[in-house]
């Protein structure tokens, strides 16, 4: 019996434990599963990006938008092709054409419904400095 009664006061503890951790950080943890982990994973394939959205009718396309097919290659591409120097001339033909510009000198790409509740549309955002490099990259959500 006190065998049980040990292995109980262990699990009690435990479940406090992850509780109270679960108190004091839900906000980081929340953000990291929503907002940063659809956006890493996957090396840029630009076959794969080029053809993400592309589609034969509406259902199609929401299909290929809710599987966002693009979000896991957003952090490779931050990191690795689209660093801040980046000539613009060098951003169309790895990625092709923007979805539409944005102000400040900015263009954004659709990546799809990627993270959060999955309702609203995520985009990868390329902004270019005066000298026409690339000047910050970053995803938004509309």
């Excluded at 699990?11 to 929340?30: C, G, H, Q, Y």
């Excluded at 060098?90 to 400040?104: K, M, Q």
Aim: glycine letters at 4%; one cysteine or more; hydrophobic letters at 40%.
């Amino acid at each position: 019996m006190s065998h049980l009664l040990k292995i109980m006061k262990r699990a009690a503890v435990s479940t406090v434990v992850l509780i109270l951790l679960l108190f004091l950080f839900w906000k980081p943890v929340l953000r990291f599963v929503f907002h940063d982990l659809p956006f890493m994973g996957t090396t840029y394939d630009s076959k794969v990006w080029a053809s993400a959205l592309s589609c034969k009718n509406a259902q199609d396309c929401l299909e290929k938008e809710m599987a966002c097919v693009r979000g896991p290659m957003y952090r490779d591409l931050e990191k690795n092709h689209l660093v801040v120097g980046t000539p613009t001339t060098s951003v169309r033909p790895l990625i092709g054409e923007p979805t539409r510009a944005a102000e400040d000198n900015c263009i954004d790409y659709e990546l799809g419904y990627c993270s959060g509740m999955k309702i609203d549309t995520d985009y990868l955002r390329i902004c270019f400095d005066k000298s026409e490099k690339v000047s910050n990259v970053y995803h938004w959500q509309s």
